[in-house]
């Protein structure tokens, strides 16, 4: 897949280069699958951060008939760019959603091999990737944060290439001489995320040519937003980690349903959406009553005490409803 280098390596390697997440000398881990935006992931933080800086993590599944070609071609990649590679081979031993699972895997094992290291994780996400991501979200789970994306940060893993479409990704591997990978489930049509890429997206670059970018504008655009809203949350709960009930009501209908999430899932560790949806039926709650609580699912509830709303929920920090 080599082609003539050229100035087609350089809109990757620009928008890499702005995101200001890859630095000359820090430590960084690149997941690595052998596919062109990894490939050309790892090439650029060899660029960027130099080769001493970087090292590399391809994650063998051994689910699929080229899995061993893939870790192959990782291996070569790896020697031509002078880059260590570390191989982790997976064992399924459980059933549920295989992606979910590969995700786990890749993210736990990157995550240590990172921490030993003292490195960065860089993922090879792209704007692709955003726009896939934001539409599936869309589709599957209703709410604001569905449209927030991927984050080009959190914590130690970076995503370097979050404002660069497959294509360029692409394009900067053929530039640069370097072959890639083809997973063939990225086709099928048993994913929703590959049904996604393979007839939403083309949907919407026919009614516009520019649809991801306008996709990941707007992501950036919510995001900004949504830290103004975060910040009006912790104004009203000022460290509070239960609101008298009748000060919740008092408030507009978006702003309380996003203080009652709040709560929630800082007393449940987790994502907590049930807690803004179902906010009618915990407004309802008796406050006449010395406690009464409401099950949200997953362990999460609702409990009105002396006038007071909290949340309870399996691990729930000290100080939380009980």
Request: net charge positive; hydrophobic share 45%; with cysteine.
């Amino acid at each position: 897949m080599g082609a003539s280098r050229g100035g087609d390596a350089s809109v990757a390697l620009d928008a890499a280069r702005r995101s200001d997440l890859l630095e000359p000398g820090r430590p960084v881990v690149v997941l690595l699958s052998g596919g062109r935006d990894s490939t050309c992931l790892l090439d650029i933080a060899v660029t960027v951060a130099g080769r001493a800086a970087v090292s590399a993590l391809h994650v063998n599944y051994g689910l699929r008939a080229q899995a061993r070609a893939d870790e192959r071609h990782c291996a070569e990649l790896c020697a031509g760019l002078g880059v260590p590679l570390a191989v982790h081979r997976a064992q399924r031993t459980a059933p549920g959603n295989l992606q979910a699972w590969a995700r786990e895997v890749r993210y736990r094992a990157g995550g240590e091999l990172a921490a030993q290291r003292g490195a960065l994780l860089a993922a090879g996400h792209t704007l692709s990737d955003q726009a896939e991501t934001v539409l599936y979200r869309l589709a599957a789970s209703p709410g604001r944060r569905a449209l927030l994306g991927m984050r080009p940060r959190e914590g130690a893993l970076v995503r370097p290439l979050l404002e660069v479409t497959r294509e360029q990704t692409a394009a900067h591997c053929r530039a640069r001489g370097l072959s890639w990978r083809e997973d063939e489930t990225n086709d099928s049509d048993v994913y929703a995320r590959a049904r996604v890429r393979a007839d939403l997206l083309p949907a919407l670059r026919s009614l516009h040519p520019a649809a991801e970018a306008n996709v990941a504008r707007t992501v950036g655009l919510l995001r900004d937003e949504a830290e103004v809203l975060d910040s009006v949350v912790a104004a009203v709960l000022d460290g509070r980690d239960r609101l008298p009930v009748e000060e919740l009501r008092a408030l507009p209908p978006a702003l309380g349903r996003l203080v009652a999430r709040s709560l929630a899932e800082a007393a449940a560790g987790r994502l907590a959406p049930e807690a803004a949806a179902r906010l009618p039926e915990i407004l309802a709650l008796d406050p006449g009553r010395p406690r009464t609580s409401l099950d949200l699912g997953q362990g999460l509830r609702a409990v009105l005490e002396r006038g007071a709303l909290s949340f309870s929920a399996p691990g729930s920090p000290p100080g939380a409803a009980a």
